[in-house]
């Protein structure tokens, strides 16, 4: 049973940042694609970013068009642990922040890529 265990959510002002933090408990981390999705209360969940393994063994990452250039995903294999640093927040940014493993392949965009989601956290920026 693979979970994942998010933390670093907190309230913040506008221009501010955070930091957000994923565990998972899968035994093969390094292989799978790590995900981070968002969902605004009375909204879709949406993609935020993704950081996958690709054939020769390098990580891509890949970001949603309204944070690209804010945020930016890495990923720690020894201690199985993904984050999301996240700069300039706008209130818009507004969401319980989940994240998600698995192996999308080219598919990273979409919830139906990962298997695995943690509870998520909550981020409110506020103006």
């Known amino acids: 049973q693979v979970q994942d265990v998010e933390s670093g959510g907190d309230f913040v002002q506008a221009g501010g940042s955070l930091r957000l933090s994923c565990v998972a408990s899968?035994?093969?981390?390094?292989?799978?694609?790590m995900g981070w999705f968002r969902q605004a209360p009375g909204k879709e969940r949406e993609f935020v970013a993704a950081i996958r393994r690709t054939g020769d063994g390098s990580y891509f990452k890949y970001y949603a068009d309204s944070v690209k250039g804010r945020y930016t995903i890495s990923r720690d294999n020894a201690e199985s642990t993904v984050f999301l640093q996240m700069n300039s927040l706008k209130p818009e940014d507004t969401a319980v922040y989940y994240c998600a493993l698995g192996t999308p392949g080219p598919a990273f965009s979409l919830k139906s890529g990962y298997d695995y989601w943690g509870h998520g956290t909550q981020v409110t920026v506020v103006s």
């Open positions: 899968a035994h093969t981390f390094s292989s799978y694609a």
